[in-house]
């Protein structure tokens, strides 16, 4: 599995198409995206990564900059988002962070 991730609108799909050789709408069939937002309404975070796992491409937008948000859900979401990064790129054979559109190999 390849993990994408990056800041909000930083090209990491058309990262994904071009790294798959895929139109944007064929990246369904190998990828899964937004996966941060998984995150938030999951009792296991290792079984939901061991699930994602199981795709060609993973994607996760980056929710950890900024302000710490006031309500204790939100940050509770924001927590179970960074760990779930966490655990796929441990998983992932690569790892790669999209910024401003350039692709940056991690591991």
């Given at each position: 599995?390849?993990?994408?991730?990056?800041?909000?609108?930083?090209?990491?799909?058309?990262?994904?198409?071009?790294?798959?050789?895929?139109?944007?709408?064929?990246?369904?069939?190998?990828?899964?995206?937004?996966?941060?937002?998984?995150?938030?309404?999951?009792?296991?975070?290792?079984?939901?990564?061991?699930?994602?796992?199981?795709?060609?491409?993973v994607i996760a937008t980056e929710v950890g900059g900024?302000?710490?948000?006031?309500?204790?859900?939100?940050?509770?979401?924001?927590?179970?988002?960074?760990r779930l990064s966490c655990l796929l790129a441990q998983?992932?054979?690569?790892?790669?962070?999209?910024?401003?559109?350039?692709?940056?190999?991690?591991?």
């Amino acid at each position: 599995m390849i993990f994408i991730t990056g800041p909000l609108y930083s090209g990491k799909r058309s990262y994904a198409c071009r790294l798959l050789g895929c139109a944007p709408e064929e990246l369904e069939e190998h990828a899964v995206w937004d996966v941060q937002d998984l995150a938030a309404g999951s009792a296991d975070l290792s079984a939901l990564a061991e699930e994602l796992a199981r795709r060609e491409v993973v994607i996760a937008t980056e929710v950890g900059g900024g302000v710490v948000p006031i309500d204790p859900d939100e940050r509770a979401a924001r927590e179970a988002a960074g760990r779930l990064s966490c655990l796929l790129a441990q998983k992932a054979e690569r790892v790669v962070r999209v910024f401003c559109g350039l692709p940056m190999a991690l591991k």
